[in-house]
């Protein structure tokens, strides 16, 4: 049995004004992979994720996600499919008058009817799942330094156990160690909670060690295989990506 | 929908009590489940009592965190009340699941941090008293800075940034002109009105251009011009120089060796002390032209009596008071807006603060400034 993909794109076309972004552009994300999403800068890495989860419309083409086309969909539709996803933004998009508890709280208490003390535990459970120390709950996000606003961004989107995560850029601005801890965590997470991974990144370690396929986007379209596969490619710019000093460096790892 | 839900039974196997689980143990559903197994504990220890306890998670379809948490917040609960739980019939994927909640329930929690609240008044109270008298002290601070600077642009008027000046008196003089002239003309139609109103009773409505002429001249069209400015210029100076700020512009400034003062702060002050005047003159002259027409639609005063009667009843002096104050509310003003905006730390909402800041500070300070020089005025006797 073929299982169906969680996400299915399918000739889409994204532009703004004139400029094109993506063209018929065609991709699957397979239920349970960390996919890996990889480009230069401007060809709309991060574009692609917020047409899938709805924050940009396309021109043309179909999305699915689980199943279901987004394209055509009623507010109330896309409401409970934002149940089913969690979405970490770049600096981690927190809610700056709220605390980090409170922060995880918004979508548990949005989306469920739990009392207020199941809500307290469970969003404690989750601070300590992403690695942050007990006392951080109580931290407003300007308290806290870069990887823990990221962990505490991650804490959030994972507030409903989605099935599957968005990531821009997640190890962006962290210090190597940092970095490859939020590796680690992102992985941890993935296996425990059975997740999907839609990662945008620049980090070859990233791609190296967590990654289990990794799309390339160029010339508008995107091009989908392991990083083995990929590397064998002749495509100039793949060839500079996955061949410079820092990719092998990456590899060799 | 049977399958969309999570259940639950005990059954007694000798003394192991047992609690078999199946359906869909997620977010959606601990709630249900969440108070009836609160019992189990109860119940465990009533009638015969169980010495262990096994909760069996054969039949589940579907686990999340939350009813990860609720299990082993289940399990911890019987073991606590000396009957040892364990789980069993878990897959492997829901065994790494359950340890890693357990380790995050295993961690202690600190408690929010909370007061008696009365002594939390009494802080908050004290601590708004410090604040103030803090930004007191920094603003005067601020204003001696300024100072400094502009007297070492005086000295050296090359250093002056020209085109930052004409641009600022463009965005704070000319562009302000329709709103300003319009507010005016408003207010110049209401005083009219309103003292027509009165004076009527007495037969005296001619005096209504006595009291528009000097009550314009003197108070309200600096007052209002300058309470606009602030609104609308203080709080954009704020702003701009708190986006700086945020954006680490100001620190960049200071590293490439030019001086924010210089750079950001005296252009404004100057623009703004330069225009104001301007805009006040405007606002005078549009507010006599709403009381003429009030005047002479509504009270049928002719012009040239409306005109007359008010070169007899106003002097140069009329019209120097209310103008000498505009460079000071100016200087008030911009340096306020400047000030608040170097306070602008870290996010962008404090961006949003300090410029709510910025405006009431202002208004403040030109209406307590408006007051002391009515005192002043009135110990000269003019």
Redesign the interface.
Known sequence: MTEQPIIKIRGLRTQFGTSVIHDDLDLDVRRGEVLGVVGGSGTGKSVLLRTIIGLNKARAGTIEVFGENMTQMSDTQQRQMQERWGVLFQDGALF??L?VAQNIEVP?KEH????RD?VR??S??????VGLP??A??KF??ELSGGMRKRAGLARS?A??PELVFLDEPTAGLDPIGAAAFDNLIK?LQ????LTVFMVTHDLDSLAAICDRIAVLIDKKIVVDTMENLMKLKQPWMQDYFHGPRSRAAIKK | MTAETGWFKTIRDGDCLVVETGGRW???T??AL?GKLRRIGVEARSGKMATTARIDLTAVDAL???GA?LIT?TRLGLTAAGIPAEVAGAGA?YV??LE??E???Q????E??KGNPFIKLLEGLGKAQFDMLAIARNLLSFFGLTLIVFVRVLMNPSRLRFTALVYRMQSTGLNALPIVGLLSFLIGVVVAFQGADQLRQFGAEIFTVNLLGVSILRELGVLITAILIAGRSGSAFTAQIGTMKVNQEVDAMETIGLDPIEILVIPRVLALMITLPLLVFYADIMAMLGGMLMATTALDISVSTFLKQLQSSITFTTFMVGMVKAPVFAFLISLVGCFEGFNVA????SVGRQTTTAVVEAIFLVIVFDAAFSIMFSFLGI
């Open positions: 700056s008058s605390t548990i469920t009817k739990l009392k199941v535990e469970l404690a459970v989750k601070v300590d799942m007990p006392d709950a109580h996000p300007s994972l409903l156990d941890n296996q425990s909670l059975k | 997620n977010v959606r601990v709630e969440e999340d965190t939350a948490w917040r994927a790494s699941l890693r909640v380790k995050a329930l961690h202690e929690r600190p929010p941090p870290g996010s962008a909402e």
